[in-house]
């Protein structure tokens, strides 16, 4: 009995989703077509990255702040004492993580480079970067991470920290991050590349000062 | 042939969805969860959204299916000792 009026709730609700899907207005503002419009100034040729960088890049930079504050918490809770050893795995995901790291550290450059004019970008390739390293720890090949040292310290910061520079250096010009069309292509890739890096550590770290 | 497949997508999409809440055994559960974001992978480059499919791919199913099934080894390790 109470499982079928909780079946019933949830079919009127699923109608209730529909019904309101298809009342949706339409929108006020023709975003892509907005968009659009301004591509040339962007200095980029993909919408998305040209929306998440230049756009809308006030938003990009609070995610990044974001993610780097997520980090900051896992490092102040899991504090801990004794080095532990990679577990032991079997041979054949050992030589499979051997042949896969280099191939996804290239995967992770084409995605980074393929952002400037077709799908692709600094999250996807940081995400790719992470993944290689969880991998390789996983293969017991690399070990986990302790307290993190100077070098990694400002890995972990850079993406932020430059973001943030350059946002503070486009005030002069008036707006933050408004970049002058002639510089934005430059200043974009410098961005992304620096955010690779550091959203490859953190999202790394979070896998690897936990375990 | 694309609605089919569509059709097809969804469904398994809904199935892997149910399946993975309804699993009693907590592994089996994140495997699951590691099929949905590959088939949620599959719908967003269907519906012409390849910077969301990668992101899914990558983080959705990737990153989180691995930190989970880490979590996984955590929690037996600690019912063990």
Redesign the interface.
């Known amino acids: 009995m109470k499982r079928f009026a909780v079946a019933l709730l949830a079919a009127l609700f699923a109608v209730a989703l529909i019904a309101a899907l298809l009342e949706l207005p339409a929108p006020a503002v023709d975003l892509p077509a907005a968009v659009g419009a301004k591509m040339a100034e962007s200095g980029i040729a993909h919408p998305v990255t040209a929306v998440l960088l230049n756009f809308r890049g006030y938003d990009t930079l609070l995610e990044i702040g974001v993610l780097l504050l997520a980090l900051i918490v896992v490092l102040a809770v899991a504090a801990r004492e004794e080095a532990k050893q990679p577990a032991v795995a079997d041979p054949v995901l050992q030589t499979l993580a051997r042949i896969a790291a280099p191939l996804m550290l290239l995967a992770a450059v084409y995605l980074l480079w393929a952002g400037a004019f077709r799908p692709g970008g600094a999250f996807q390739a940081g995400a790719v970067l992470a993944a290689a390293a969880v991998l390789l720890h996983l293969a017991g090949l690399a070990a986990a991470w302790q307290k993190p040292g100077k070098c990694l310290r400002i890995g972990l910061a850079a993406g932020f920290l430059v973001f943030l520079a350059v946002a503070a250096g486009l005030l002069v010009e008036g707006a933050l991050l408004q970049y002058p069309p002639a510089w934005a292509g430059a200043l974009i890739l410098l961005i992304e590349a620096t955010l690779t890096v550091s959203l490859g550590l953190i999202l790394a770290g979070l896998f690897l000062f936990l375990s | 042939m694309g609605f089919a497949f569509d059709l097809l997508l969804a469904l398994a999409l809904l199935w892997s969805a149910w399946r993975t809440l309804a699993t009693p055994d907590i592994f089996r559960a994140v495997i699951l969860f590691i099929v949905f974001g590959l088939l949620l992978t599959l719908v967003w480059s269907r519906l012409a959204a390849?910077?969301i499919?990668?992101?899914e791919a990558?983080?959705g199913a990737?990153?989180t299916g691995?930190?989970l099934l880490?979590a996984i080894g955590?929690l037996r390790g600690r019912k063990k000792s």
């Open positions: 390849p910077d499919a990668l992101a990558a983080i990737g990153l691995a930190l880490d955590v």
